[in-house]
C-alpha cells in the first residue's frame, strides 16, 4: 500500500505539519464559523532519550499540541511519525488505524498537571497503577500485584499505598502516582504535560528529579510541556518556544537561553528570575494581549506586540529556519538583532 | 467492608439528622407493613368472600359504632381500611421500585451514551427526551388503557416509565458530561481502554451521585403519580388495590361524614411521600460537601 515511512536514526519521534483547528460554531443550527487555531504548522522532532523543552504563555496551544502528537485529540493535519518497537516500524500516528493505535498506546505515554483530576477518585492507588496492564493483558492477580510495588517503589511511594484512595494523598505524591501509571506500560515517549506546575517549588524539585532519574533509568524520552523558563531549563536538552498556536524557536538549551533568536523568547527570558542579589533585572514588558487564536494578526502573529517589528513583519509570516547549529527561529529580523540571554549558571 | 460503613462519617452524619432518622422510621414503618401485608393484614381485603356487607361503612375502633377487627373501620364495601391501606402500600411501592428501576437504568443508559458519543445520537436522543417529556403522564395513561383493554400495574409502570426516563437520561448526560472531561478518563484513553471500560469503570462510578440524589426525590413523585392515576380512574385495575383508587371511592362519603374512608389512606399516603422526601433532602445535603472534599 504505502511505501515505507523512514526516520533518521536515533530520531524516536518527528512532527511535521501538525495542525489542530477547533470549529466555532454559532446558531441553532451550529454552522461553522470559524476556527480556533490551537496548534498551527508544527514542526519539531526529538532524538531517543532526550528531552525537548516546550514552552510559551497560557493557550499558546502547547498541551494541545501534547495531546494531538498522542492522538487523544484527532489531528486536522500533519504527519506524527513514530519509530515504533512494538509493530517493528516506523508509524505515522496520525494516520493509523485503530487497532494499531491501541497497541501503540503502550509507547506513548502522558502525565497529566492536575493531581487532583488525573487520578480516579473512585479507584485505589493500586487500581490506577495496574489499569494499564489490565487493558493490555499483560498481568493479572498477583502478577499485577507484583509489578504495581515495582512500579510505586521505583517513584518512591510505598508498597502498601496500593491500597489507598488518592484524595488520601497530597498532591507531590499524586503527581508520583501519575508518573506510575504512565511508567507501566513501559513506553518509550512520554509527555509530561505541566507535571509540576500544580506543585510547590520544593516538591517540584524532589518530582523534576526524579523525572530525570527515571529517564536514565528506563531510557526515557520526554516532551517536557511547561510555561516556568527555569523548570524548563533543568530538564531539557532542547527547548522550542510556542506562541499562538506557532513555534517561533527551537534550540538547544544553553544556546536558547544565551542567545535567543526571536524577540518573544527574549522577552520570556528577561522575566526568569536570577538568584544574584547585584543583578539588576531589565525586564521586557510586552505591550497589550495574547491575540485570540480564532483571529490571529497578519504576517508574523507575534508583530503587535513585537518591539523590533517593522513594516513586513505585518504583511508577511517569517520563516521556521535554520540559523545556523540547529538553531531554529520563525522572524523576519532574527540574523540582524542581537538579543539579550541569560547567564548559564 | 461493613466495619467501614459502620464507622464512616457518613452514618454520623445520618444519625445525628433527626429528618433523617424520622423519615427512614416512617418509610420503614410502612414499607415493613407493605412487605408483610399478606400475615400482618386482618383482613384480605379482596377477597370476596371475606367481605360481608353488614360491615360496611364501620367507624374507627375508638369511635361509636366501631368493632374489631376493623381498626380503622371498614368502606362501603366491608372492606377493612387498615388492610386495604397496607395493601395499597403494596401497590404503591411496587409500581414506584419498578418504576425507578426500569427508567432509571434505561434512562440513565441512554444519557451515559448519548453524553459519551455526542453528535447525532446525542442530538436525536435529547430532542425524544424533550418529546417525551412533554406529555403528560395521564393522557399516556389514558392512551395505554385504550389500547390494552385489561389494564394492570404493568400498565401503570410503563406509562411511567415512558414520561420518567427522561429526568435519568437528562441527568446523567450532564454528569457525564462533567466526568468526561476529568484528565483521568483521558489517561484512560491514553492507556488504550476501550469505550466500554471507561464508561463502566470511569464515568459511571463518578457521575451517579446526582442519580441518587433524582431516583430519591423521583421516589415520592412516583407514589403520587400512581396515585393520582388511580384517583382518575386510569390507573391500577379496581379490583386491584390502591391508595389512590380508596381516596376515590371514598370522597363521596365525606358528606355523610364518614371522613375515615379518606383520611386514613391520605395519610398513609402523605407518610410514604414526605418519609422519602425528609431522606432525599438529607441524600442531596450528603451527596455534596463530600464530592468537594474529594
Known amino acids: ?345 | 467492608m461493613i466495619r467501614r460503613l459502620l464507622r464512616s462519617r457518613t452514618l454520623n452524619h445520618y444519625l445525628r439528622d433527626p429528618s433523617a432518622v424520622l423519615g427512614s422510621f416512617l418509610l420503614l414503618v410502612l414499607l415493613v407493613g407493605a412487605v408483610f401485608a399478606p400475615w400482618i393484614a386482618p383482613q384480605n381485603p379482596y377477597d370476596p368472600k371475606v367481605l360481608t356487607l353488614q360491615d360496611s361503612l364501620l367507624p374507627p375502633i375508638w369511635m361509636e359504632g366501631g368493632r374489631a377487627p376493623y381498626l380503622l373501620g371498614t368502606d362501603d364495601q366491608g372492606r377493612d381500611i387498615l388492610s386495604t391501606i397496607l395493601y395499597g402500600c403494596r401497590t404503591s411501592f411496587l409500581v414506584a421500585f419498578s418504576v425507578i428501576l426500569i427508567a432509571g437504568t434505561a434512562g440513565s443508559l441512554i444519557g451515559l451514551l448519548a453524553a459519551y458519543y455526542g453528535g447525532v445520537l446525542d442530538a436525536v436522543t435529547m430532542r425524544l427526551a424533550d418529546t417525551m417529556f412533554s406529555f403528560s403522564t395521564t393522557l399516556i395513561a389514558m392512551l395505554l388503557l385504550g389500547i390494552f383493554k385489561g389494564g394492570g400495574i404493568p400498565l401503570v409502570i410503563l406509562a411511567i416509565v415512558l414520561t420518567d426516563w427522561v429526568r435519568y437520561a437528562r441527568t446523567m448526560r450532564g454528569s457525564a458530561l462533567a466526568v468526561k472531561q476529568e484528565d483521568y478518563v483521558q489517561a484512560a484513553r491514553a492507556v488504550g481502554a476501550s469505550n466500554f471500560r471507561i464508561m463502566f469503570r470511569h464515568i459511571i462510578p463518578n457521575a451517579i451521585p446526582p442519580i441518587l440524589v433524582v431516583a430519591a426525590v423521583d421516589f415520592g413523585a412516583v407514589v403520587m403519580l400512581e396515585a393520582t392515576l388511580s384517583f382518575l380512574g386510569v390507573g391500577v385495575p379496581i379490583n386491584k388495590p390502591s391508595l389512590g383508587m380508596m381516596i376515590s371511592q371514598g370522597k363521596r362519603f365525606i358528606y355523610a361524614g364518614k371522613w375515615w374512608l379518606v383520611v386514613f389512606p391520605g395519610s398513609a399516603l402523605i407518610s410514604i411521600v414526605l418519609g422519602v422526601n425528609l431522606l432525599a433532602d438529607w441524600l442531596r445535603e450528603e451527596i455534596n460537601p463530600r464530592l468537594r472534599k474529594r
Open chain 1, 1 to 345: 500500500m504505502a511505501t515505507e515511512i523512514t526516520l533518521e536514526t536515533d530520531t524516536l519521534l518527528r512532527v511535521t505539519g501538525l495542525k489542530k483547528y477547533f470549529p466555532v460554531r454559532r446558531g441553532v443550527f451550529r454552522r461553522v464559523v470559524g476556527w480556533v487555531k490551537a496548534v498551527d504548522d508544527v514542526d519539531m522532532f526529538i532524538p531517543e532519550g532526550e528531552t525537548l523543552g516546550l514552552v510559551g504563555e497560557s493557550g499558546c496551544g502547547k498541551t494541545t499540541t501534547g495531546r494531538t502528537i498522542l492522538r487523544l485529540l484527532e489531528p486536522t493535519a500533519g504527519e506524527v511519525l513514530f519509530r515504533s518497537k512494538r509493530l517493528g516500524r516506523v508509524v505515522d500516528v496520525a494516520k493509523i488505524g485503530k487497532k494499531e493505535l491501541k497497541l501503540l498506546r503502550r509507547e506513548m505515554q502522558i502525565i497529566f498537571q492536575d493531581p487532583y483530576s488525573s487520578l480516579n477518585p473512585r479507584m485505589t492507588v493500586g487500581d490506577i497503577v495496574g489499569e494499564p496492564l489490565i487493558v493490555h493483558r499483560m498481568a493479572k492477580g498477583k502478577e499485577k500485584e507484583e509489578k504495581v510495588k515495582e512500579l510505586l517503589q521505583a517513584v518512591g511511594l510505598k508498597p502498601e499505598h496500593m491500597r489507598r484512595y488518592p484524595h488520601e494523598f497530597s498532591g507531590g505524591q499524586r503527581q508520583r502516582i501519575g508518573i506510575a501509571r504512565a511508567l507501566a506500560l513501559n513506553p518509550q515517549l512520554i509527555v509530561c504535560d505541566e507535571p509540576v506546575s500544580a506543585l510547590d517549588v520544593s516538591i517540584q524539585a524532589q518530582v523534576l528529579n526524579l523525572l530525570e532519574d527515571l529517564q536514565e533509568q528506563f531510557h526515557l524520552t520526554y516532551l517536557f510541556i511547561a510555561h516556568d523558563l527555569s523548570v524548563v531549563k533543568h530538564i531539557s536538552d532542547r527547548v522550542a518556544v510556542m506562541y499562538l498556536g506557532k513555534i517561533v524557536e527551537l534550540a538547544e538549551t544553553e544556546e536558547l537561553f544565551t542567545h535567543p533568536l526571536h524577540p518573544y523568547t527574549e522577552a520570556l527570558l528577561s522575566a526568569v528570575p536570577v538568584p544574584d542579589p547585584d543583578y539588576e533585572a531589565e525586564r521586557i514588558i510586552l505591550q497589550g494581549d495574547v491575540p485570540s487564536p480564532v483571529n490571529p494578526p497578519s504576517g508574523c502573529y507575534f508583530h503587535p506586540r513585537c518591539p523590533y517589528a517593522q513594516s513586513i513583519c505585518s504583511e508577511q509570516p517569517p520563516e521556521f529556519r535554520d540559523f545556523g547549529g540547529a538553531h531554529f527561529a520563525a522572524c523576519h529580523r532574527a540574523g540582524e538583532l542581537s538579543l539579550r540571554g541569560v547567564k548559564m549558571q
